[in-house]
């Protein structure tokens, strides 16, 4: 059975930093676009960030450039979303997701490509 574990959230305060983590499981993740997604309260999701198999990599968001950084790790079957100088507004359940691209460039940032989902971890930034 193919799932995906997030772990590394948490309550921080504002300009702090918080590493996600998701590991895979059922199936190896060489061959896979990975996202991360949010929501917030009240809010659609978003997408955050993508890497493709040959680590293409897209920001979605405008507003965590330049603050977050995708990387994958092939070997030890996760990928990460290193959090930097946190804002309020960062506060979301924070998803990772998973499908094979037909292009192994490929990245999406539409929740709706992707077929493997966590279940999420929540990020809240709050003093």
């Known amino acids: 059975q193919l799932q995906l574990v997030e772990s590394g959230g948490g309550l921080v305060q504002p300009g702090g930093s918080l590493r996600l983590s998701c590991v895979a499981s059922g199936f190896t993740l060489d061959d896979y676009t990975l996202g991360w997604f949010r929501q917030a309260p009240g809010k659609e999701r978003e997408g955050v960030s993508c890497?493709?198999?040959?680590?293409?990599?897209?920001y979605w968001a405008d507003s965590v450039k330049g603050r977050f950084t995708i990387s994958r790790d092939n070997a030890k079957n996760r990928v990460y979303l290193q959090m930097n100088n946190l804002r309020p507004e960062d506060t979301a359940v924070y998803y990772c997701?998973?499908?094979?691209?037909?292009?192994?460039?490929?990245?999406?940032?539409?929740?709706?490509?992707?077929?493997?989902w966590g279940q999420g971890t929540q990020v809240t930034v709050s003093s």
């Open positions: 890497i493709s198999p040959l680590n293409t990599i897209t």
């Open positions: 997701a998973a499908d094979r691209p037909l292009r192994r460039d490929y990245c999406s940032g539409d929740e709706n490509w992707y077929a493997h």
